[in-house]
C-alpha cells in the first residue's frame, strides 16, 4: 500500500498511515515519507506497537542515529541499546525518578523551545518518539513551523537576519535551569558550533528561521543583546498559529524534521510515570533524507 497522509494542522503536520512500520520500508515506502516529511515536516502514526529494535529499525531507514547529550552525560541507562533515548522519569533501576534528580532535569529542559542536536556538526535530521506509559494528565508535545515563521517576518527583519549566524551550546540550556555541575571535559565535549538564522531547507527548498533555545549568542553581537533578540525571534516563531499540540495516545510514534521545526513538551505529574523512547538521525551526506 502506498503512504496516505491526513492534514493535522492549516500549516504543517498529517497524520500518516498505508505503511507497516514495523517492517523493513522498501526504497520506493522510504522516498515516500521523505517526500511526505518536505511537505508536513511533522508525520504522526497512530498504533504503532514497535519493539526498540524495531524502531531502531525504522530510523536506520533514513540515515545513521545520532546519541546526541548522551556523549556528554554517559550516565548509566535502563534501555537496551545506547541508540534509544529514553525520554522518561523513570531512573536507571526503572523506578519513577526523585523530583530533583538528573534525569528530571531532562526532562525540564525538554520543555524548552529546542531543535534536537542543534549544538552539534552533524545535528539532527530526524526524531521518532514513541509513547508506551503516559501521566493522567498534560504532557502533550508541541511543534513549531519554522518555515512558517520565516514566511512572516517582517521585510526589515528578513533583510536583517538574512547574514546572521548564532551559536548553540550543548549545556546552555541545562545550565539555564541551574545545573552548573559538569567537569570541564564534559562541557568541551560538544564544543559549541554556529549556524545560520536563516536556512534553506535542502528538501522543500523553503526557506526557515532557525532558532531555539540552544542558540546562545549571535556571532559579532554583545551578549545581552544577542540573547534579548534571539528571544525575540523565539517568541515570534511559536506564536499559536504555527504551532501543533500533540496529544499522546499510547503506541504513538511521531515523526518530525529537526532542520525545519522546533519542539517542546508540556507539564505534566513528574510523580507519575510518564516513558517514552527517542531516536534521531543525523544529517550527514549518508542519510536517505531526499524524495523520489
Not at 504503532?48 to 548522551?70: C, H, M, N, V, Y
Not at 549545556?171 to 565535549?189: N, V
Request: proline share 5%; charged share 30%.
Amino acid at each position: 500500500m502506498s503512504l496516505r497522509l491526513k492534514p493535522l494542522h492549516s500549516l504543517f503536520v498529517a497524520e500518516a498511515s498505508g505503511i507497516d512500520i514495523t517492517r523493513p520500508l522498501s526504497e520506493t515506502e522510504v522516498r515516500q515519507i521523505n517526500a511526505a516529511m518536505n511537505e508536513y515536516a511533522v508525520l504522526v502514526w497512530r498504533g504503532q506497537p514497535l519493539t526498540g529494535q524495531q524502531q531502531i529499525d525504522f530510523a536506520k531507514s533514513f540515515g545513521p542515529l545520532d546519541l546526541g547529550l548522551k556523549k556528554v552525560f554517559k550516565r548509566k541507562e535502563r534501555l537496551e541499546d545506547e541508540r534509544l533515548i529514553d525520554i522518561s522519569n523513570v531512573d536507571a533501576e526503572g523506578n519513577v525518578a526523585r523530583r530533583d534528580s538528573p534525569k528530571n532535569l531532562s526532562n525540564f529542559a525538554n520543555q524548552l523551545w529546542h531543535s534536537d542536536s542543534s549544538f552539534q556538526d552533524p545535528r539532527a535530521a530526524y526524531s521518532m518518539l514513541h509513547a508506551l506509559v503516559l501521566p493522567s494528565w498534560g504532557g502533550n508535545t508541541e511543534f513549531a513551523d519554522l518555515r512558517a515563521a520565516y514566511d512572516a517576518l517582517p521585510d526589515r527583519t528578513k533583510a536583517e537576519v538574512e547574514e546572521l549566524r548564532a551559536e548553540h551550546y550543548a549545556l546552555h540550556t541545562r545550565i539555564l535551569l541551574g545545573d552548573e555541575a559538569y567537569t570541564d571535559e564534559q562541557k568541551k565535549t560538544i564544543p559549541p558550533v554556529a549556524w545560520p538564522l536563516v536556512q534553506t531547507h535542502p528538501g522543500s527548498g523553503r526557506k526557515l528561521l532557525f532558532v531555539g533555545v540552544h542558540a546562545r549568542q549571535v556571532i559579532g553581537w554583545p551578549t545581552a543583546e544577542s540573547r534579548m533578540y534571539l528571544q525575540d525571534l523565539l517568541e515570534h516563531a511559536t506564536q499559536r498559529e504555527f504551532v501543533y499540540r500533540h496529544e499522546w495516545r499510547v503506541d504513538d510514534l511521531v515523526m518530525w524534521d529537526n532542520r525545519s521545526t522546533l519542539h517542546r513538551g508540556r507539564r505534566y505529574d513528574i510523580a507519575e510515570r510518564r516513558e517514552l523512547r527517542r531516536t534521531t538521525i543525523e544529517n550527514v551526506p549518508e542519510a536517505r533524507l531526499m524524495a523520489a
